[in-house]
């Protein structure tokens, strides 16, 4: 049985990494991709996992390949295709650690993902399955994304979704939403960004949003992220905002998956369960949530900056219990 087994896209970000001696912006290779960024938190801190996607049968498909059992991560469900390129996203960076990306995914192997090649067993022997909107962008990999939602669901197995709104990869935003609110009605936990849920709602009153998304999807856990704010949660009629940590942050890209990743983690080793979890509970998950999102905000590149479990217990402030 695994914690948590993931779908979705895996690539190669391109993380600026200084200027060469003609002044030039360098870039240094890093794995990326918000699922497998989930999965690769989950296990550093030994959560058992596993990664369905595709990449390139070639360089940059084979550095992923490595990178994932190098982190613990199962390989079983990772195709390779010998037809189409890895995925490459370009990340720019402004002063304050805030990115933006620039994708060559046309197509890339992460959407060339066929339903046959998703491995339901995989799916239909994990605690949580997650997975994210990007991998429904493009058919074939929307197909197979959603067969392997509706076997989890059908396995009453706990669905975690983060739409992780990217305009550049959609075909135009009234797609990006139209699909995005496709994939919420099979989610459980939703992890959304403060412009996610001003760009799918129209509403930006984080109380009025949660709550119509929580009505209209009858999800059970809302998580709005606020960077370097904390996260706003709604669990019921229960709501908080939980405040972030203070760190100099000089990379961001990732956070969102770590912080994800790392409530997941706690979600499991709480061992919750609907009807016995409080909203004390949710609020201690986001508190380790928010911690080590941060520190993972204090290094370059996202797999490369995810931070150890004894840190994260030390920034909060050495609780054992975690």
Known sequence: MYDVVALGEMLIDFTPAGKSENGNTLFETNPGGAPANVLATLAKFNAKTAFIGKVGADQFGSFLGDILKKENIDTQGLVYSEDVNTTLAFVHLSENGDRSFHFYRSPGADIMLDEQEVDLALVQNTKIFHFGSLSM???????????????????????????????????????????????????????????????????????EGTQFLYDKFDLKIVLVTLGSKGCF???????????????????????????????????????????????TGVEKMIIFANAAAALGTTKNGAIPAIPHLDSVRKLIGGESNY
């Not at 709104?165 to 797609?175: I, T, Y």
């Not at 972030?244 to 790392?262: E, I, R």
């Not at 409530?263 to 909203?279: C, E, G, M, R, V």
């Open 137 to 207: 962008t493009h058919e074939p990999a929307k197909t197979a994304t959603l067969k392997a939602v509706k076997a989890a669901q059908e396995s009453d197995i706990i669905i975690s979704y983060d739409p992780n709104l990217r305009p550049a990869l959609w075909k135009n935003l009234s797609h990006a939403k139209e699909t995005i609110i496709e994939g919420m009605q099979y989610a459980d936990i939703l992890k959304i960004s403060e412009e996610e849920l001003e760009f799918i709602t129209g509403i930006t009153d984080f109380e």
């Open 233 to 279: 949660y709604r669990f019921g009629k229960d709501t908080g905002h939980i405040n972030g940590f203070k760190v100099n942050a000089v990379d961001t890209t990732g956070a969102g998956d770590m912080f994800l990743g790392s409530f997941l983690y706690q979600f499991i080793k709480q061992d919750a369960s609907w009807n016995s979890l409080q909203a």
